[in-house]
């Protein structure tokens, strides 16, 4: 399959979450793209309707590249947690309910592995490289872990501070940036899509 390639220098970061879209620039930011999130350029959040990261993440970056006229990457990612189903799944944002208050949610996910013995989780990302003729590319990565009690660390954000990923003695919380972009799940992805729409 040929992949469309980014040539442009703007792009559109379809995203509201500042530790998101700081992650994404600072991954972009080898490949000289001028950055410009969603945020800034003050666009309202479309209705997350999919049943899928792939399908949430597509849905967001069409709608920003429609919006602006530029090409736009969205990201959509969660927690997936093995004891709890996959839950919170694609819902991990919904579940820090309004205020986006992921200590609530971290405390949530402990009170329902009450009495489990399984911990295994996983971090999904999809992105999804979209222009404003419609047509999108979209790639996946993962990062396996365990999750931890109490949280710990300030760093990264969401639910980094109770993943533990496999093999290492750190929580994403406690991982300084540059670690953390070697072996997440968002970086996982990003390698995809530059080998596919960046690198020539």
């Given amino acids: ?8 220098g703007r792009l559109v970061i379809a995203s509201h979450n500042p530790g998101k879209v700081r992650e994404i620039a600072e991954l972009l930011a080898p490949f000289g793209a001028q950055v410009v999130s969603a945020g800034e350029l003050m666009l309202p959040e479309p209705e997350e309707t999919g049943q899928t990261f792939v399908e949430n993440a597509e849905l967001k970056a069409r709608a920003a590249a429609l919006a602006t006229g530029l090409p736009a990457l969205a990201d959509d990612s969660g927690l997936a947690v093995a004891a709890l189903g996959g839950d919170p799944g694609i819902y991990s ?13 971290m405390k949530r996910i402990e009170k329902g592995l ?4 399984n911990r295994d989780a996983h971090f999904v990302c999809a992105l999804s490289l979209a222009w404003p003729d419609g047509h999108v590319e979209s790639f996946e990565g993962f990062v396996h872990g365990k999750l931890v009690w109490p949280p710990r660390g300030n760093q990264g954000f ?33 390698r995809l899509l530059v080998d596919s729409c960046f690198r020539l």
Avoid: C, V
């Fill in 1 to 8: 399959m040929i992949r469309r390639k980014f040539t442009t």
């Fill in 93 to 105: 944002a919904r579940w820090a309910g309004p205020a986006r208050d992921f200590s609530y949610a």
């Fill in 114 to 117: 009450e009495g489990q013995y």
């Fill in 158 to 190: 969401g639910y980094d501070p109770m993943f533990l990923p496999n093999g290492h003695s750190e929580t994403f919380g406690e991982m300084e940036p540059a670690a953390k972009h070697a072996i997440s799940h968002r970086a996982a992805a990003f």
